[in-house]
């Protein structure tokens, strides 16, 4: 939800706007927007999920408010100041990550007097295990320079979240790391072929396998619902008729 006032601007206002220059125009856009809630929800795993705001509702929040008042803002250059494979270990072994750091400068010029602008300098890291890195890096550094260039509120209380254990038996940690890791290891393409082999042999379909995990395709399986999948195929012999014991 984005919180601003809503005013309509007459035309002594907008002559008035007109004449101010970008620190007047950009700090008339600060007071406009109230705050940006955290609408969207990342899950890393499936027992680990924070809330964040979304690009697609800062941009909302900004861009009528920086049309009222004259702005116009855009990514003058971008650099990538860090570029590597992360590597960690699982227990069905190394989990490899592309990590992305970008650098970006951020230009908000004044519409009414293109001459005079402020660059905002902003960074934005970018983790994925394929081609998504580079979107996801540029996507956080724009929307920070967005953020921070207005002094965007999200709305959350550090000292009104739900307090934390502060210690936590090691054992249940060690499980729930486990747990946490198998979660988050995704098949890759031999056991893909694997267990559309034995889809093949078996007759089950692949939607059967998918709604049963509830995911949208068979590489979106995890080690742990394959393996259990693999179970229940090598059970069955014939063609099946109905739900295949896969229950």
Same mark, same amino acid.
Request: charge should be negative; aromatic fraction near 10%.
């Given at each position: 939800m984005i919180e601003k006032k809503e005013d309509k601007v007459t035309e002594q206002e907008l002559q008035e706007i007109k004449k101010m220059n970008i620190y007047q125009k950009m700090s008339k856009v600060t007071n406009e927007i109230s705050r940006v809630a955290k609408n969207l929800q990342v899950q890393v795993t499936k027992t680990n999920v924070y809330k964040a705001v979304s690009e697609a509702d800062?941009?909302?929040a900004v861009k009528p408010v920086e049309e009222k008042y004259g702005i116009y803002s855009y990514p003058l250059d971008r650099n990538i100041i860090e570029n590597k494979t992360l590597e960690s270990e699982t227990q069905y072994?190394?989990?490899?990550?592309l990590y992305m750091r970008v650098e970006v400068i951020y230009r908000f010029v004044n519409v009414d007097n293109p001459q005079?602008?402020?660059?905002?300098?902003?960074?934005?890291?970018?983790?994925?295990?394929?081609?998504?890195?580079p979107g996801k890096a540029m996507t956080y550094a724009d929307k920070? &320079?967005?953020m921070k260039a207005y002094k965007i509120s999200t709305g959350d209380d !550090?000292?009104?979240?739900?307090?934390k254990p502060e210690k936590i038996d090691d054992e249940q940690h060690q499980a729930q790391k486990k747990a946490e890791q198998v979660a988050a290891t995704l098949i890759d393409d031999k056991k893909f072929e694997t267990l559309q082999g034995e889809l093949d042999r078996t007759g089950v379909k692949a939607l059967q396998i998918c709604k049963q995990y509830q995911v949208s395709s068979l590489k979106e399986l995890n080690i742990q619902?394959? &393996?259990d999948a693999m179970s229940k195929l090598a059970k069955v012999k014939?063609? !099946?008729?109905t739900d295949l014991g896969l229950e």
């Open positions: 800062i941009l909302d072994g190394v989990r490899k990550q005079e602008f402020i660059d905002i300098k902003s960074y934005g890291d970018g983790i994925d295990s394929q081609d998504k890195v920070y &320079a967005l !550090p000292d009104q979240q739900e307090p619902q394959w &393996a014939t063609k !099946p008729k």
